[in-house]
Nanobody, 116 residues
Framework: QVQLVESGGGLVRAGQSLRLSCAASGRISRINTMRWYRQAPGKLRELVATITRLGFTNSADSVKGRFTISRDIAKNMVYLEMNSLKPEDTAVYYC??????????WGQGTQVTVSS
């Protein structure tokens, strides 16, 4: 059984920073893509950032230049460094890991709240 556990969320003021972590445990044949999504109240879940098996990264326009995704392959960890946080970044942040066929895993989410 594969589990993803996010941590690092919290309440911060606008302009401050947070670092989210996601630990994957269990047997995954091969991790291909690791992503961070977020979902604000009343809104659809949106893709925030992606990192591929080869290390290529991409992020949403709304967070470019402020958020950075990274990973530690040996530890099956993925991180999201969030700087210059804004109130509109307030959401539940979810970690997603895609491995081989049929391997698509989600964490339980961690709340990030940014006050103005």
């Amino acid at each position: 059984q594969v589990q993803l556990v996010e941590s690092g969320g919290g309440l911060v003021r606008a302009g401050q920073s947070l670092r989210l972590s996601c630990a994957a445990s269990g047997r995954i044949s091969r991790i291909n893509t690791m992503r961070w999504y977020r979902q604000a109240p009343g809104k659809l879940r949106e893709l925030v950032a992606t990192i591929t098996r080869l290390g290529f990264t991409n992020s949403a326009d709304s967070v470019k230049g402020r958020f950075t995704i990274s990973r530690d392959i040996a530890k099956n960890m993925v991180y999201l460094e969030m700087n210059s946080l804004k109130p509109e970044d307030t959401a539940v942040y979810y970690c997603n890991v895609v491995g081989g066929p049929g391997e698509d895993y989600w964490g339980q989410g961690t709340q990030v709240t940014v006050s103005s």
